[in-house]
């Protein structure tokens, strides 16, 4: 099988190949039985359909990375081949992560490891992206391992109380009924790894709290992870409001879709603003996935080229 890739001419060749072409020749090595050649910004593959289809899986992703001028080494080009390649893949935290009671997640994409790497490094940490990336249910699991391991003794998540198009006081219940279904997928993560039983307890003792954000002015939270969801969704002075709330031996984890605003007035929300005027701080973190990082089901993503930002 004989498989052309042409690289965009946009792309400077050596962001990709690196320096000495040293990045080309690491792919070669991972494919001894393959011919691969370049001219010009074409790449010829060589060889059988399966090493052939794997290396163009590789170079792919290569390309995405020199698109967004993102420095490639010698290690993500290791964990690009362990993460797609699932013959490839170990009990390493490359691919999988324990985190609690043999309770494990598999991480799918080079993206959601450096998300995962990021929150560990970073006090606070934007995981920005599309609905499907597991921008979520990874801070949900990176905080859950934090407290198994002691590492904190509370469990914080928050979400602004938007409506997507509905009304909220249309509802039926007291204020607590209404608010609840706007939580329900943090508990829905949360379940996943505790159990409905335990998750109880915990929130009983209150070692896990899942509260609107309206109920967070005033606190500190002192040996917490605190994750904010939806962060689209709120105000810069509620992003304010929430980052200080951080106390001692803390972190902070905020998701959100920039392409999903719910407030009436899209202008009102501070999640772009703020994250790029926080991202001048060495202890905040930016980690913005794509739609070509939807692990949900395919189709996302090709529902999300098609319609337009709101």
Excluded: H, W
């Amino acid at each position: 099988m004989t498989l052309e890739k042409t690289i965009p001419f946009d792309q400077e060749l050596v962001n990709i190949f690196g320096v000495n072409d040293q990045n080309l020749n690491y792919l070669k090595s991972l494919f001894p039985n393959l011919e691969i050649n370049v001219r010009g910004n074409v790449v010829y593959i060589n060889g059988s359909a399966k090493d052939t289809q794997e290396a163009t899986r590789i170079l792919d992703e290569m390309i995405v990375m020199g698109s967004k001028n993102e420095t490639i080494e010698i290690p993500d080009l290791e964990l690009i081949a362990k993460i797609k390649n699932p013959e490839k893949l170990d009990n390493t935290k490359v691919s999988q992560l324990n985190v609690i009671d043999n309770k494990f997640i598999k991480v799918k994409n080079l993206n959601q490891f450096k998300y995962l790497e990021t929150i560990d490094n970073s006090t606070i940490t934007f995981g920005i992206g599309p609905a499907g990336t597991g921008k979520t249910f990874l801070a949900v699991a990176s905080a859950v391992k934090m407290y198994s391991e002691n590492k904190i003794k509370k469990i914080v998540l928050t979400r602004p109380a938007v409506e997507a198009g509905e009304r909220l006081g249309y509802l039926p219940g007291d204020l607590s009924q209404k608010i609840d279904p706007y939580l329900v997928p943090l508990f829905d993560s949360l379940e996943y790894f505790f159990g409905n039983e335990t998750l109880q307890y915990l929130i009983d003792k209150r070692n896990i709290e899942i509260v609107p954000l309206a109920y967070m002015r005033g606190r500190t939270l002192n040996d917490a992870c605190i994750i904010l969801d939806e962060a689209q969704n709120a105000t810069i002075s509620q992003i304010k409001m929430f980052l200080t709330r951080l106390g001692e031996n803390s972190k902070m984890i905020i998701t959100g879709d920039e392409t999903q605003i719910d407030l009436n007035n899209r202008t009102f929300s501070g999640l772009r603003k703020t994250r790029k005027t926080l991202s001048k701080i060495e202890e905040v973190s930016v980690l913005e996935f794509e739609n070509t990082d939807i692990v949900r089901n395919r189709i996302v993503s090709k529902i999300l080229e098609i319609f337009p930002d709101k």
